[in-house]
């Protein structure tokens, strides 16, 4: 087996891409060294060479993953992009290992769960300047934290197991659901 030379930028990334991949299947506590090494393609010396720890490189993983996150997403200060889940969905489609690490294992790890939660803070508040004006003050936080919850569950399912209607119509149908994530409490 022939083993082709890497810029040591090129091979971090490499490492990190198949961690991202490793990591998403069986989260922190269940993925080895040797599991990340075997998807990378190199030894586990090789790992160990870039990253002191397993927990450094979950770490560097989830940095990597909550800021190409958020630039796909051009947060801004007084961002209120409609189309914030038609992004989402292009983020989580460009690196569907590392959308799921941080939404569905990382979450879940009370040591690492800041790295969802930062990320999901950050998107509540875009998405709770975005709701309608008759969405009564008091509720506006919640209504925002359930379509973001029901969004990423969305985008999570759209990721395990496609749509049949593609990618447009999967930012679609996500959109009505949050909208009426709204409309239900507004007329409820």
């Known amino acids: 087996?022939?083993?082709k030379l890497l810029k040591r930028d090129e091979r971090v990334a490499s490492i990190l891409a198949a961690a991202a991949r490793a990591f998403a299947v069986g989260g922190f506590a269940a993925t080895s060294m040797e599991d990340i090494a075997a998807e990378a393609g190199v030894t586990k010396l090789i790992v160990y060479r870039h990253f002191d720890t397993k927990q450094a490189l979950y770490e560097r993983v989830l940095d990597d993953t909550r800021d190409r996150l958020a630039q796909a997403l051009r947060?801004?200060?007084?961002?209120?992009?409609?189309?914030?889940?038609?992004?989402?969905l292009a983020a989580a489609r460009a690196e569907p290992a590392a959308f799921?690490?941080?939404?569905r294992h990382?979450?879940?790890e009370p040591q690492f769960a800041r790295y969802a939660a930062?990320?999901?803070?950050?998107?509540?508040?875009?998405?709770?300047?975005?709701l309608p004006d008759t969405v009564p003050p008091?509720?506006?936080t919640w209504i925002a934290a359930?379509?973001?919850?029901?969004?990423?569950?969305?985008?999570l399912l759209w990721l395990d197991e496609g749509t049949p209607d593609g990618d447009a119509a999967a930012a679609a149908h996500l959109r009505r659901v949050s909208a009426a994530a709204s409309l239900v409490e507004q007329h409820g």
Request: charged letters at 30%.
């Open 1 to 3: 087996m022939t083993r």
């Open 100 to 103: 799921a690490l941080l939404f």
């Open 106 to 108: 990382s979450a879940r």
């Open 75 to 88: 947060f801004r200060e007084r961002d209120t992009d409609p189309d914030m889940i038609a992004q989402l």
């Open 138 to 140: 008091e509720l506006r």
């Open 118 to 130: 930062g990320f999901r803070d950050r998107v509540l508040q875009i998405a709770t300047r975005a």
């Open 146 to 155: 359930l379509s973001f919850s029901i969004v990423v569950d969305g985008i």
